[in-house]
């Protein structure tokens, strides 16, 4: 007799977990930085900042600047200069292509939830994952940013999955946090843009070191 599947789902974050998009990012925040005569930051300032959306990332490089108004004007240049720019570098990391074929065929609903804005997650999701990853979901003015559970729900809701059958799987304390809210499973990745022992300091559960690792993880769930 074939043993029931538990997960008939997986809901991906995207930077950190699925792509590699450090090194595009943190040159849009510093052209956008210098643009406005302030300081660029180094790479680990950048990979600190990620995961919370646009806003915070601008927000916490200008610091100590608080002007609102140019917190915007930085945000506005960064996102025109990023929106050109988000696949100059950036690229799947190694193994997560194959994964997400794996995946596919055998018959995962699969989805990207995102706090990255909206078009260049839909734009790097249709390039990178094109017609094996049908829902890809981003910051937009419509659901609330992560780790509110609005873009996860929408996911499960757009394919047909359910809470007690999907996987989370993210980079960081923001994807752990909306697992959670949601009411869905975690599995946390080693290999982003945050640390083990952060992942574990903020309440991973689950955690792989590799992208096959995903696989053995469903397979014995």
Known sequence: MQ???HYESV???LDGTLLNTLTDLHAAVNKALVAYSLPPRNMDDVRTFLGNGYLYLISHCMAPVTDEEKTREVLKYFENYYY???MDTTAPY???PEVID???ARHYRLAIVSNKGMDAVRELAAHFFGGVI???IGESADVRRKPAPDTALE??????????SSLYVGDSEVDIATARNAGIDCLSVSWGF????????NGATHIVDRPGEIIDFLKEH
């Open 155 to 164: 996911a499960m809701r757009l394919i047909g999955a359910a809470k007690e």
């Open 194 to 201: 945050r640390t083990r022992e952060h992942l574990i300091k």
């Open 11 to 13: 809901i991906f974050d």
């Open 102 to 104: 794996a995946l596919a």
């Open 134 to 136: 049908p829902v890809a």
């Open 94 to 96: 190694d193994g997560i």
């Open 3 to 5: 043993q029931t599947r």
């Open 84 to 86: 050109s720019h988000s």
